[in-house]
């Protein structure tokens, strides 16, 4: 047997001897964790080093704004080539570090409004992109290969020996800072006050090397606040469809909503068409959301008895601390929301049902095309056929039964994965194409995939205005593909139908109208909505819920 051999000379903390070094360094700026605002921009060129690994706490409404606005003004001569490891890039400075050469690679999921800049700065070499994730898989990466060397974070308060409390908007900060301060990193955080005590420790002092008070409170941003007077009648039509042709015969007790007024006009027609039809108790009782205030009536009619929440939302505070059955809330009345947990629950859940700007003659869809990479965010971990799931459910035995082409004899369940989406976008651009934009994406950016956010395998459903294909009960690509153009409209893919086998697939149930499942079309009217404005939600409320001062007419 041959002898192990030791090396004497090597080091097996050379990790925590980087960051003694790196806070020695920051501690001839400070004394103690608390640090003034005028001194971060020094702060941060004491602890960063060229090509260093940083996350920038970028969710989708809580920013860490302040100290991405720092590192955008940090001399490049001193810090550069980072590599940026960050869910979401919504705001300026998050791009200003590209312009400037301050960072140089990107890991990410979600680039909402700034997607189409970022398009620009991949072109021009200026981003090299390690890959769009989904959130779970960032998080998940954040502990093993793209574990941050440094981490920006943000949270509503801090004591003077570093804990803090994130309030209501927790998001990604757990994620975040375990995989940092585990790995011997170093941990920032900005705060909007320090305080003598916290109401609730969410993050411990020893996870946390630096404090710094915002000059103003971090950014966040009312994302899923939907107007009810936005809605409109076919949407109206497309909610009926989606409760009697999929929620109801499907009993889905167990879902996931994304956001947009497609969905809003679901929430809204829960207490009045559900209702009318028999399915309180029988339907959307457990949701992984967000707190939109959508869901109101459907929470004080009984509907919805659980929200699991990503993060929160503006003006739904007092109204969420009255609602403690309902909502995951702390002793101090604010919700500890949690973006990993809720993709895990959303993943796990029975059915997801979303929208998208494409949609391709096999199902796949995606929200990146052409100029812009918008990402995709969590949409593809709820979007998919949860694979790992063991416990059963009636819709989730009921769609494996209804799968076709299976060439197994052993029995699964199915995940229910619905695209919910009108025929046409804005300014008359066609839902359905022949082939997606990502394709010529994956050649524009020198991207190794096409990004596609939710694979054609894995969608159950679509749903528009002309009906429901039930796309997991084709037998082929043949009748797939002709199921998605039966449903596609006045569309170039939707004219390009073969009549006959749509009417076949029309017999067979693959593919329903309104009036196959006994909904008058001429009843989807915004009568059925529970509340028409925003004023009414409050009313729903009891006057619980204080919507942003953009969202009021009154």
């Not at 920051?26 to 260093?52: N, R």
């Not at 524009?444 to 205005?465: A, C, Q, R, S």
């Not at 001429?522 to 009414?536: C, G, V, Y």
């Amino acid at each position: 047997m041959t002898p192990i051999q030791h090396d004497p000379q090597r080091r097996w903390d050379t990790l925590a001897q980087d960051r003694n070094a790196r806070l020695a360094r920051a501690g001839e700026l400070v004394a103690g964790k608390v640090v003034g605002a005028a001194d971060a921009i020094a702060l941060l060129e004491a602890v960063l080093q060229p090509h260093d690994r940083v996350c920038i706490e970028g969710n989708n409404q809580k920013h860490a704004d302040f100290l991405s606005a720092c590192l955008a003004k940090v001399d490049p001569a001193r810090v550069h080539g980072l590599h940026i490891v960050q869910s979401n890039l919504a705001l300026a400075s998050h791009l200003d570090v590209f312009e400037r050469g301050i960072a140089a690679k990107l890991d990410f999921c979600y680039s909402g409004e700034q997607g189409v800049r970022m398009g620009r700065l991949i072109k021009e070499g200026r981003i090299q992109v390690g890959a769009i994730h989904t959130y779970l898989e960032l998080y998940s990466r954040y502990f093993v290969d793209l574990t941050p060397r440094v981490a920006f974070v943000a949270a509503q308060s801090a004591d003077a020996q570093g804990n803090l409390y994130t309030g209501p908007n927790t998001e990604d900060t757990p994620a975040v800072v375990e995989g940092t301060a585990f790995k011997s990193g170093i941990v920032i955080a900005q705060v909007n006050e320090i305080v003598e005590r916290v109401p609730r420790v969410d993050v411990p002092a020893d996870w946390v090397s630096f404090v710094v008070k915002s000059p103003k409170p971090h950014y966040i941003e009312p994302i899923f606040t939907r107007d009810p007077a936005q809605i409109s009648e076919i949407q109206v039509l497309m909610a009926m469809m989606v409760i009697k042709g999929l929620y109801a015969p499907y009993q889905v007790k167990r879902l996931n909503h994304g956001i947009g007024f497609d969905t809003a006009a679901i929430e809204l027609i829960l207490p009045t068409y559900a209702e009318s039809l028999g399915l309180k108790d029988q339907i959307c009782e457990y949701m992984s959301v967000n707190p939109c205030p959508t869901l109101i009536p459907a929470i004080e009619a009984g509907f919805i008895k659980g929200i699991h929440c990503a993060g929160s939302e503006l003006g739904m505070e007092r109204y969420i601390e009255q609602r403690s059955d309902v909502f995951f809330t702390g002793p101090d009345g604010s919700m500890r929301s949690n973006r990993a947990f809720c993709q895990l629950a959303g993943h796990y859940a029975d059915l997801f049902i979303g929208s998208t700007l494409q949609i391709d003659l096999e199902g796949n869809s995606s929200t990146a095309t052409l100029n812009r990479i918008a990402g995709f965010g969590g949409a593809p971990n709820f979007g998919c056929e949860s694979r790992g799931r063991r416990h059963s459910s009636p819709p989730w035995l009921r769609a494996g039964a209804e799968s076709a082409g299976s060439p197994s004899s052993m029995p699964r369940g199915r995940k229910l994965v619905v695209q919910l989406v009108e025929t046409f976008r804005d300014k008359m651009q066609p839902t359905f194409v022949e082939r997606l934009d990502a394709w010529q994406l994956k050649e524009d950016f020198g991207l190794d995939l096409p990004p596609v956010m939710v694979y054609g395998d894995d969608l159950t459903h679509i749903v528009t205005e002309e009906g429901i294909a039930h796309l997991h009960r084709c037998a082929t690509l043949r009748e797939r593909e002709q199921a998605i153009r039966g449903v596609a409209g006045y569309t170039p893919v939707g004219l390009a139908r073969d009549r006959r086998e749509v009417d076949n697939l029309r017999d067979k149930g693959i593919v329903q109208r309104p009036e196959d499942l006994g909904i008058d079309a001429r009843l989807a009217t915004r009568d059925l909505l529970a509340a028409k404005s925003i004023k009414e939600l409050v009313r729903w409320s009891g006057g619980l819920y204080d919507p942003p001062k953009r969202f009021r007419n009154w």
